[in-house]
């Protein structure tokens, strides 16, 4: 017989989430989207030792990584990102040459695996709100619960929490939602995503994942929203590449100490958009 009643279920879930949310109010990385680009680049860097958090506004993570194209679950990629579906251990069969298939609940399954192993750690149903500034310095975000969004605006002025990191990753897809937070307090302008063109857009999205602005990178299609690319349709080597490529370039500034909210005052205070 169990020595346990309902009381303790709830406990159990309770007081373990609010340890590990209370533990990850500040990390090495949050990355906002948990889509393939996410995935990927949390997974390389909390494999490497960083404090990693992924926050996704679904309930599910994956994002359109699950069903491929036209609600197909297959999923293509191109020359060399096979690779990292061999690492994963996905099967996959040559199409053409160059052009790999897999199933995609497959492929997302195991990142998403990987990415847990890895040490990432996961706040679904949670919606990014805005962004952490200080002097011109990405320090976090600004997050509240999915559902808040959906309520009527009469009771829906729930104050969201903020969330502290060393860096920002925006891989939220095509809307670039904390790309588009700057644009609206109005750092720069982005560009908007152009019509689909898969070669080139498979190449522009890895060669122009990079830092935007101090402490925030960009990765996967938001990329593409941001300085105006192509659109490369259910084709998912780029965002794989660009997630790494984030990834990289992410743990060069966390090991040379070049991220820019390391480098403030100790008395700066905070200051959000």
């Known amino acids: 017989m169990s020595n346990f009643t309902e009381k303790d279920i709830t406990r159990a879930i309770a007081e373990s989430f609010l340890k590990e949310f209370s533990d990850y109010v500040e990390s090495d990385c949050i990355i906002v989207g948990a889509g393939p680009s996410g995935l990927l680049a949390g997974k390389d860097l909390a494999g490497a030792g960083r404090k990693v958090l992924i926050v996704e506004r679904n309930n599910y993570l994956g994002g359109g990584f699950w069903s491929g194209g036209y609600l197909m679950n297959k999923l293509t990629v191109k020359e060399p ?11 996959f069969t040559e199409y053409k040459k160059g052009l790999y298939v897999a199933d995609a ?10 990415a847990a192993r890895a040490g990432v750690k996961f706040l679904n149903m949670t919606s990014f709100d805005d962004v952490i500034l200080r002097d011109k310095k990405m320090c976090g975000v600004v997050v509240n619960w999915t559902p808040i969004n959906y309520l009527p605006r009469a009771i829906a002025a729930l104050d969201p929490v903020a969330l502290e990191a060393k860096v920002v990753v925006d891989a939220t897809g095509h809307d670039a939602k904390v790309s588009s ?16 063109w898969v070669d080139e857009s498979e190449r522009a999205v890895v060669e122009y994942t990079q830092e935007i602005y101090p402490g925030l990178i960009i990765c996967g299609m938001a990329v593409s929203t941001v300085f105006g690319l192509p659109r490369m349709g259910p084709v998912f080597s780029s965002m794989l ?12 500034k966390l090991d040379k100490g070049l991220c820019p909210c390391d480098q403030r005052p100790a008395s700066e205070t905070n200051s959000a958009l």
């Open 105 to 114: 609940a497959f492929a997302c399954s195991a990142l998403i695996r990987e």
């Open 81 to 91: 990102a096979q690779q990292i579906l061999r690492e994963l251990e996905v099967p």
């Open 241 to 252: 590449l660009s997630g790494r490529k984030a990834a990289g370039i992410i743990l060069e």
């Open 181 to 196: 937070r700057l644009q609206e307090a109005g750092f720069f302008k982005l560009k908007g995503m152009g019509p689909m």
